[in-house]
């Protein structure tokens, strides 16, 4: 709707500064003549804005002026409560800060929205780590994290996998990343990226740096994650699955399966992208019979001499220690 894009263009303004009519354009979404339209209607709605024109131009408010908007939605309301992750920000040592935000926020609110609002924390909680996710304990996260805000050089060492494993890093701290429940430092230069809880010691810097205007967090992340998976995949594996047995990066083959994706036993074959064959053999082993391996031929091999051991293992009943009258079985309570 116009009437929520031209809030949105002067809240931008307000938050952000001068941008461009390019910039607000991206940002909403929208054609640049209309955010010129948007624009004219604003100023003709006496908002005290102005443009300047040239490589350095833009829009802008004029200055000291804020607008005294503070109307929230019903969905804007559940989604900012929603927003509030108690665990991450205790981390960072921000729980109380968080806590208190909230409290001011909802005392804000009109009784309805607050209703809605207070629907969310007792019927939605989140816990982003997977179930056997080890905890992973981040002793130096407070300290990487106000290096972050005040722009501080840290002097590092640093625990890496391959070797020397222990190294003395230099950091420039542009921004924290939490991904499945484990905290990351992008730091220049470079950027590179360094997991938190690997961080043996920490020296907080006098010396401070200039974050590059230009850096998107976000979109470091999404470029960062998309290499990391172009460099851990390698290589493919052809696997047939059983009825209802799904993976996570597996795609069809096409010419090796027929109509609805599946052949006439309903086993679908898929590709998957895979490490290596060490890692693609564990894998699939916990598939158990419900895949077959088809290729590569050296992780067939490797998963018929794993399931030829086990079969091995397994033919005949173990024998029970206690079995044996020399090694009697210990008393009830021992």
Known sequence: MKSSRLVSILLLLQTRGRMTAAQLAAELEVSVRTVYRDVEALGAAGVPLYGDAGHAGGYRLLDGYRTRLTGLTTEEAQALFLAGVPGPAAQLGLGAVLAAAQLKVRAALPAQLR?????????FHLDAPGWYARAEEAPYLPAVADAVWNNRVLDIAYRRWRTPTDVDRRLEPYGLVLKAGRWYVVAGPGPRTFRVDQILRLTASAERFVRPDDFDLAAYWTAYQRDFHERLHTAEAVVRLAPGVTLARAR?????VGEGGADADGWSVVTVPIESVERAHDEFLAL????????????????????????????????????DPGNPRPADGN
């Open 115 to 123: 209703a809605h609002a207070d629907r969310v924390g007792g019927r």
């Open 252 to 256: 069809p083959v096409g010419e090796s």
């Open 288 to 323: 158990g019979a419900g895949a077959e391996v088809l290729g590569p031929p050296e992780l067939r091999a490797r998963l018929a001499r794993t399931v030829t051991t086990l079969a091995e293992r397994y033919r005949d009943t173990p024998r029970n220690p206690y079995d």
